[in-house]
């Protein structure tokens, strides 16, 4: 079994917003070399804000930055069209958490799960099945604690994770609001999410507009975005408050230098309790149980999916770059085409 | 049962450091007026630097802040010397919480505490075995974490709190380094408390010195001043460190609002658990189980105490402001004569 393989590789580590050519497409050919391997065919990526992370030089603390000519990472879902692998037969729909961005990936099966697109299509497993609605799952169960009555706030509403959190929220009785850019979003947050309300940060009076849709203060703010959105919940915050940071959007094109942080004086006399959170592999042991309480709660229609698709591998940095910028609505994924 | 008390109050909001006339000392004549209460005659008092927290405008997010002509808040140990509460007798040692910068006090039990002073001398009630051992034993048990052989930095670690934590750390088989003002106290939390290592927080090369004194990198950092004692530590925090913010003295005489807080994108990237912790009465239902560890482990001879003392109820105001200026070695209390 031997495959023409195109993958995007990082060309140039990027400069604030990536541009295209910090990416080029190589091919090569691939194809099983012994024992334990699997090949997938990529049908579907996923593209994920913090791959950002991992571009620049700055951020070794968090993972090892990408070498140059590295394909980036990324997740992706296919079919096994190879295997010498004992778990895995060929026709296997996986998804292959680092799949990265190309058409086919070769694995030993670590980091490789099957998935039923019975029960959900495939995207949906890069999204709210996937790695999206784990973050957003463990983040919550781990961090947050929201309490049935609760207020909970989640920045970038309307992405792939702040979605997920702010249904998952949602579903287990908390009182919920959103924060996302522009009317159109907004809208998409409370008219298909269904949030109790959903505010603009673009909008001038958005630290007021903010205060007023949470007359009771917030109890677990799950922070996507960082900076001044961050800034915007932060005086609302209860005593005891929790405040999952999962993702800094706003500040990855920076690595947060120019962000000013906080006022570190209400940690104390709030108690507040901040964590930070990147979905590592140590998050993948309760995978499974993730996917059953979540797996159920979409079969039932509470919680519902809005995708970001492009098609065809070429499209991938410009969808990366667009979702940088806030584009998107929902998962940003890319289909590929032969 | 009438006696005559003297009680300290607040004359004025301090701006900054306190002054002695932000004090002023009242006399009232106190008896007990019905059922199920106790007399306390204070023998020592236990001063803490939180104490400050309460005593702005500002603050009002932590605790109700203090009133004018109201008695300083504190804790206090003594003796019955009048009760009609079934659970006190005349002539019982006890810790109140409540005791207040006075020669006694009138309760009704709550958040009084009996105290075997064949363990410990009174003084050791307010300290090690009082309110700051509490919040030491908890803030590493509820967010430290401390695991055997961990890196465990402590700031103030000549404090009451502070040297509580380090030592509680050290007994736990960590590997625990403090930070102190200037050589005298920095030989202390070595020599007398036994620490690895102690970091000089005045002296110029000290963020080096801190880097150098961790080649391990920081797992807990248990900090009672926030500031720049708390900047050269962060950047030594290892992934998935914990940060307990259990104080922040270098921040009290202007609630924070100077000081620039740490860079956030490290909470992400680094993912941090920040966690703030005032020592509520929540916290005293499980102080049964501290006095029982940490007795036990006071009995053994594993924990030292170090007390800085002055004597009588008049001293009270300057022996607190030259505790927020950091000159007092171990927990500051007062003895009152007649």
Known sequence: MKVVNHKIVLAARPSGLPVPSDFRTVEETLSLTGERQILIRHEVLGLAP????????????????????????????????????????????????????????????????????????????????????????????????????????????????????????????CDVVGIAGGPRKCLHATEFLGLRACVDYRHPDFPESLAAACPNGVDVYFDNVGGKVRDAVWPQLNQNARVV????????????????????????V??????????????????????????????????????DASRGLGRVPEAFIAMLRGGNLGKTVVYLDD
């Open 270 to 307: 709030k108690q507040l309790t901040v964590r930070g959170f990147l979905l590592t592999d140590q998050h993948l042991s309760r995978r499974a149980e993730f996917v059953e309480e979540v797996g159920e709660l979409y079969k039932k229609g509470c919680l519902r999916v809005q995708e």
């Open 50 to 173: 913090a791959a950002r992370l991992r571009m620049g030089a700055e951020t070794d603390s968090y993972a090892a930055p990408m070498a140059i000519g590295e394909t980036v990472y990324g997740q992706a879902v296919g079919r096994i069209v190879g295997s010498s692998h004992p778990g895995f037969q060929e026709g296997d729909w996986v998804m292959a958490m680092g799949g990265s961005w190309q058409r086919y990936s070769l694995s030993d099966g670590e980091r490789v799960f099957k998935v039923d697109v019975d029960l959900a299509p495939p995207a949906v497993w890069l999204g709210l099945l996937g790695s999206s609605g784990l973050a957003a799952w463990t983040g919550l169960r781990q961090i947050g604690h929201p309490r049935p009555g609760e207020t909970v706030v989640v920045s970038a509403a309307t992405g792939a994770v702040g979605s997920s959190a702010a249904q998952l929220a949602k579903a287990w009785h």
């Open 245 to 268: 940071v999962c993702g800094l959007i706003s500040e990855y094109n920076t690595a947060g230098r120019r962000e000013p942080s906080p006022p570190w004086f209400d940690v104390l």
